[in-house]
């Protein structure tokens, strides 16, 4: 009996302990929320052990941030700054290069991580060679003053520049499509020889020499024209050194045109430029600025019925149209073949551009053209579809 009296005894000692506990749990609880307000003394608790609480913040603390939405969307934007476009928001290789002040629509926004990306839609000359891809949102702004696309040859066309990927800086182009202003360029400050590629700005500046004497034009630049429209090294000289005043006068008469980047040297044929200062030179041809429209039809005539070279046949399947006029240079340095292609192509039906572009480096000039003619192929082939 007096066991059993001290168990009872130790089972309400027992619950007597508990009950003090638990009053005592409750006496600091309400001291804390007193002093410090619920939320706090709720998370005081659990820091101490006290107790342990699942709070919804928690969950809605880790759940995926959202953006709001934008109802304005589709919507036009410009480029605020030169981006990479990536096939997915955040990875992937980049589709193409777009240059600030590039106008595109933007479709769709989507969040990864704490980054907003924008789906962007930009359109080229034709169908074709429109291009659709991701940019982070912070590359966009609402305004801008471009009216046409600035970018790579992926801008152009993802196709066209995977074709010449593999030749990494030994290909440059710069490609203008004057009515839409639109200006697409790889590699395109890169120098290279232009080896008698040369000879068309020979041929204009002698052209525009002639338009200032007061005599008129003498009566055998017919024939010289001929002669330096084909190439010809010797009547090159001679109107390079003679009658245009070597590298010095060139070098003024580009200047005097607006033309910069191209670099005449003691030697006509090692004369170099860029595909960007080769661009400009055959946009202001194009717009008829620098020579009479007389004198501009002789340069066009000559420069299309010079004799066929091999380089020239990189070219031929180009429909020039109209004042169309491309122009094959070939150079052989310590490095390798240049061959580079300029000039303008107003095919009927199609969107007309000034191009100027150069494969340099080659193990052989026929590996050059070879590597330009399918580089052409595809170019009409992208600008011919609608």
Same mark, same amino acid.
């Given at each position: 009996?007096?066991? $059993? $009296?001290?168990? *009872?005894?130790?089972?309400?000692? *027992? ?5 003090g ?11 804390l ?17 006290l ?6 913040w ?12 934008? %109802?304005?969307?589709?919507r036009?934007?410009?480029?605020a700054?030169?981006?990479?476009v ?17 106008p595109?629509t933007?479709?769709?926004h ?6 907003s ?11 074709? %060679?429109?291009g659709?891809?991701?940019?982070? =949102? ?6 801008g003053?471009?009216? *046409?696309?600035?970018? =790579? ?7 066209? +520049? ?13 490609? #203008?499509?004057p009515?839409?202003?639109a ?7 890169a ?8 000879r ?5 500046a ?9 005599q008129?034009?003498p009566?055998?630049?017919?024939v010289?024209?001929a ?12 109107? #390079? ?9 060139v070098?003024q008469?580009?200047?005097g045109i607006?033309? +910069? ?8 044929q090692?004369?170099?430029?860029t595909?960007s ?21 002789t340069?066009?005539t000559?420069l %299309? ?6 380089a020239?046949?990189a ?15 070939? +150079? ?10 300029? *000039?303008i ?6 969107p007309? #551009?000034v ?10 000039q026929?590996? +050059? ?5 399918s ?12």
């Open positions: 009996m007096a066991k $059993r $009296r001290r168990s *009872g005894s130790s089972g309400s000692s *027992g619950a007597s302990r508990s009950a506990a638990w009053w005592r749990m409750t006496l600091l609880l309400a001291l929320i007193c002093v410090v307000g619920i939320v706090p003394a709720v998370i005081a608790g659990q820091a101490l052990g107790w342990h609480i699942r709070a919804p928690n969950a809605q603390a880790s759940a995926t941030p959202s953006l709001p939405p934008d %109802t304005a969307l589709p036009q934007v410009w480029l700054s030169d981006v990479k990536l096939p997915q928001p955040g990875k992937g290789t980049p589709v193409a290069t777009l240059v600030a002040g590039s595109a933007l479709t769709l989507r969040l990864v991580g704490n980054t990306w924008g789906n962007i839609i930009w359109a080229g000359p034709t169908v074709a %060679t429109s659709e891809g991701w940019v982070p =949102d912070s590359a966009l702004v609402a305004y003053t471009s009216s *046409g696309p600035l970018g =790579d040859l992926g801008a152009l066309s993802p196709a066209l +520049a995977a074709q010449v990927a593999g030749d990494g800086a030994h290909f440059s182009a710069a490609i #203008y499509f009515d839409i202003s200006l697409y360029q790889t590699n395109a400050g120098p290279f020889t232009l080896g008698d590629g040369f068309a700005v020979l041929l204009v002698l052209l525009a020499r002639s338009e200032s004497q007061p008129g034009l009566p055998t630049l017919k010289v024209t002669a330096l429209a084909d190439g010809d090294a010797s009547i090159g000289a001679v109107v #390079y050194n003679s009658d245009l005043g070597g590298a010095t006068g070098t008469y580009l200047a607006g033309v +910069a980047g191209i670099q005449p040297a003691a030697n006509w090692t004369s170099q430029a595909a200062s080769m661009l400009q030179f055959y946009s202001v041809f194009a717009k008829g600025e620098i020579l009479s429209s007389g004198d501009r039809s340069a066009l000559a %299309t019925q010079a004799k066929p070279a091999l020239a046949s070219i031929t399947t180009v429909p020039l149209g109209s004042g169309g006029v491309l122009v094959a240079g070939v +150079a052989q340095t310590p490095t390798g073949w240049t061959v580079n292609i300029c *000039g192509v107003a095919t009927p039906g199609a007309h #551009y191009i100027a572009v150069a494969l340099r480096d080659q193990a052989s026929a590996a +050059a053209v070879s590597a330009l003619n580089f052409f192929q595809k170019l009409t082939a992208l600008l011919a579809s609608s």
